[in-house]
């Protein structure tokens, strides 16, 4: 028994992982433990009553069973894609890096979030992938949540330290616009940090300029991403 949830010093999978991910920032290690909680009850009538037990075919069951909750209307589609992708983290964690991960989408069904594309200049349907895929050689990276468009092959990060654990941090960007957009945000800092304006206030002034509530990941295209900056430059 001494090696029982990957000797993680617990009989409990719910308190194993919690120990597991007691390393993390609390607000990732907060949602990832509600979401393996959640598993480990569905799993549990299933007499899964230890980390070892679980494989790829079980998480696919998982994974079809939150696509019911989806066509039922009583879990959205990306909420269903974080559960798996959670379990694919916890997993992938626990066994060292052993763990080869279930797709929401390829293996489970569950299907999809439309976000505009720049490249396509048009709401697509992107697939939600990881790290692993966008940067293979970014370990670090490897089981945070991304959105990628296959037509073009651009991707757009997730808001991964919140609950909307798979929400888009705006649309799908070119590596263009994905590079104006970081220089702009850069500027942004450093005006509101040097304190001559407040952030809020910043944005706010920036907002009534182009008519609409401003967020720099929503930038669509590099003639925007210049209207922007000449408006941002104008207070720093």
């Known amino acids: 028994m001494a090696n029982r949830n990957y000797g993680l010093g617990s009989r409990d999978m719910k308190f194993a992982v919690s120990r597991l991910l007691a390393k993390l920032d609390i607000s990732i290690r907060t949602g990832l433990s509600d979401r393996w909680s959640m598993f480990v009850d569905w799993a549990k009538p299933q007499r899964i009553n230890k980390m070892e037990k679980i494989d790829r075919a079980l998480v696919i069951r998982y994974g079809e069973y939150l696509q019911t909750l989806v066509a039922k209307n009583e879990m959205l589609p990306s ?23 279930v797709s929401p989408t390829n293996d489970c069904g569950i299907w999809e979030a439309s976000i505009y594309c ?20 970014r370990i670090d990276l490897q089981n945070q949540p991304f959105w990628c468009c296959d037509t073009c092959g651009n991707f ?6 919140t609950k909307a654990y798979t929400t888009p941090i705006g649309c799908i960007p070119t590596s263009e616009i994905k ?11 450093r005006i509101w940090q040097s304190g001559r304006i407040g952030r809020s206030e910043l944005y706010q002034a920036i907002s ?9 990941a929503n930038i669509r295209s590099i003639e925007e991403a210049r209207t922007v900056y000449r408006i941002v430059h104008k207070y720093s």
Do not use: F
């Open 118 to 137: 720049c490249a396509c200049g048009i709401d697509v349907d992107a697939r939600l992938t990881d790290g692993g895929e966008i940067y293979p050689y």
């Open 79 to 101: 909420i269903a894609q974080g559960y798996v992708l959670a379990v694919n983290t916890v997993m992938d964690s626990a066994t060292e890096h052993g763990w080869k991960n």
């Open 208 to 216: 009534d300029e182009v008519g609409c509530e401003y967020h720099t």
């Open 156 to 161: 757009v990060g997730c808001h991964h330290k």
């Open 179 to 189: 590079y104006a957009r970081k220089i702009i945000h850069a500027l942004l800092d």
